[in-house]
């Protein structure tokens, strides 16, 4: 029992017990203890051992040298080999004053922070009532009285979500919470709504999210890793803060990522590849957090070219692309554009970003005339991309149609593709790229593009045709 002094069960750690035995579950791994129908009982024992810190009802159930003790022995050492125990020493005091804003003394999740509290041993050192919080809100701050540091967690309930910030200033974590309610109030369902007054939340929801919120202040407080961090959840994005989530109907508990909590000042670098830029794409339209909506492929066909949809402020944004994912990336940027207003450009990164907006703005200057140099096809018509789109849409998709590619000045490495319709001056598709062949591969797929949407939107009347606006195909 002297190998138990100074460890215990790893936060977050849950147990189901079997018919002969008990499975741990923890952030990172999960075990499965078998064999005896004392098990369950055995390891209650030692839970509540590792997580009080008395041993003293483990030794007198399981002595030195009986069986009991051997099979303590055997769990505690697979306990270890799980990482599911850590280090626990004896804390000093702490120097931290701690207080509890609330907008009902008697909610659930009021009195739950306050007994999470009292279990670690931390006192609170001043309660109070915020009108100006719902009744199922409460803002737990701690405060170093040394530097004046204040750190913050915010708890509330919206529409059967109870839901805990990340650790933030005071007046941020705030800020928050008001966002949080609006995002959670406008995703929730109508029926899932109540009338009247705010609700107050439930018990279980509660107790899960008050011990949350403390775990989170604790860590921020003594420089520890934030339980968002601990796990390996691919939607959690190092520099995106995570909200924890709780529901009891379903019952159901995780970490979500809330874009709009990010500081301006934490701007994450560019996107190293194409699987990041989308990973952050899913951060900006998370279905419950998210602040876009997912451009996604639907029942929509993915043949000649990739088609993926979203709603935004315009309406039905219709996007398409070589690939589904970058169909998908694109539309985002463009719905992206679309919220944000005015005249601006929206990029993965900087880079393409500036590239999206100099090509917007070529384009415009250019206008649908071709001007400068024609390039002869045999300098551009044999690449492999410019020969597969321009046989899609001449051959696949039967349109007649001409493509050109100029060069508007010479001094600059400056193309100008268009592809028109035979016998008429009517734009099918453009694009403008450092070399001919470029010019010419993305002008034939925005034609085939267009006329793929132009094709759909007659077929069902739900989708945009291809044209100015909202519905307009983009390419990447």
Known sequence: MAALAGWRLRPGTAATP????????GHRSQVTFEGSRALPALWRLLEAALRSGDLGA?????????????????????????????????????PWRTRLTVGDPAAPLAR????????????????????????????????????????????LTVAGTTAVTEPAPPAQARR???????????AAAPDEIPEGAPGTGSER??????????????????????????????????????????????????????????????APAPPRDLAEALQRVGVLTDPRLGVLDAPLPGSLPQLPVALVSCGT?????????????????DALCRAAELALGGDCAVGAGPEHAAGRALRRAALA?????????????????AHPQVAYWWRTLTVRLGVAARLTVHRPDPRHPVFHATVTRSGSARV??????????????????????????????AAQPAFPAAGPGAGTPATL
């Open 18 to 25: 079997l018919t002969d035995g008990v499975h741990l579950r």
């Open 58 to 94: 483990l030794r007198e159930r399981a002595p030195a040298g009986s069986p009991a003790a051997r099979a303590v022995a055997t769990l505690v050492s697979q306990l270890h080999a799980h990482d599911l125990l850590v280090r626990h020493e004896q804390p000093a005091p702490p």
């Open 112 to 155: 739950r922070l306050a007994a999470a509290l009292t279990a670690e041993g931390i006192p609170l050192t001043g309660t109070s009532t915020d009108p100006a919080l719902a009744p199922g809100d409460a803002l737990l701050e701690a405060e170093d009285p040394g530097t004046a540091r204040r750190v913050a967690v915010g708890a």
């Open 176 to 186: 928050s919470m008001e966002h949080l309610a609006a995002r959670l109030k406008a």
């Open 205 to 266: 929801p509660a107790a899960m999210a008050a011990g949350t919120a403390v775990h989170r202040l604790l860590c921020a407080v003594t420089g520890g890793t934030d339980p968002a961090a601990e796990g390996e959840d691919p939607r959690l994005l190092a520099g995106v803060p995570a909200v924890l989530l709780v529901t009891d109907d379903p019952p159901r508990a995780e970490y979500r990522p809330w874009a709009a909590g990010a500081r301006a000042s934490a």
């Open 313 to 329: 402020p315009a309406g039905t944004l219709l996007a398409g692309g070589l690939r589904t994912d970058l169909a998908r990336l």
């Open 365 to 381: 200057v250019l206008g649908a005339a071709p001007a400068g140099e024609e390039i002869p096809p045999g300098r551009w018509s």
């Open 428 to 457: 099918l598709g453009e694009a403008v790229e450092p070399t001919a062949s470029a010019a010419a591969a993305f002008a034939a797929l925005a034609a085939t593009l267009r006329t793929t949407a132009t094709t759909l939107a």
